[in-house]
């Protein structure tokens, strides 16, 4: 499975971006698909999750209220709504994929076995 994220951008403090990943296939191996974000001398972390098979969708406490994670399985893509940014959302959003994951795996990052090369997204005035 090969992962390509895109939509990353400069936006303002309050604005909105949407990020989206797009699978080359479709497969039991996609069944799991996260967003993770990287910012400069921090740790990669858990930002939103969706699961096919479940139809569930789960959020850090940073991203709950304020993103919305969807996917459009005829065209093989999850999207991230982000709304009301701050500058501490600024980081490379990277979207990756895994099989069925029950619910305490979705935020181990060694899960996935398949990576999108990240998208840059900057919130600054």
């Known amino acids: 499975v090969q992962l390509q994220a895109f939509g990353g951008g400069l936006v303002q403090p309050g604005g909105f971006l949407r990020l989206s990943c797009a699978a080359s296939?479709?497969?039991?191996?996609?069944?799991?698909i996260t967003w993770f974000r990287q910012s400069p001398g921090k740790e990669r972390e858990f930002v939103a999750a969706?699961?096919?098979?479940?139809?569930?969708?789960h959020y850090s406490n940073s991203a709950k209220g304020r993103f919305a994670i969807s996917r459009d399985n005829a065209k093989n893509t999850v999207y991230l709504q982000m709304n009301s940014l701050t500058p501490e959302d600024t980081a490379v959003y990277y979207c990756?994929?895994?099989?069925?994951?029950?619910?305490?795996?979705?935020?181990?990052?060694?899960?996935?076995?398949?990576w999108g090369q990240g998208t840059l997204v900057t919130v600054s005035s």
């Open positions: 296939v479709r497969t039991s191996s996609s069944d799991t």
């Open positions: 969706i699961r096919r098979t479940e139809n569930s969708q």
């Open positions: 990756a994929a895994a099989p069925r994951l029950i619910v305490s795996e979705i935020r181990r990052i060694g899960a996935y076995h398949y």
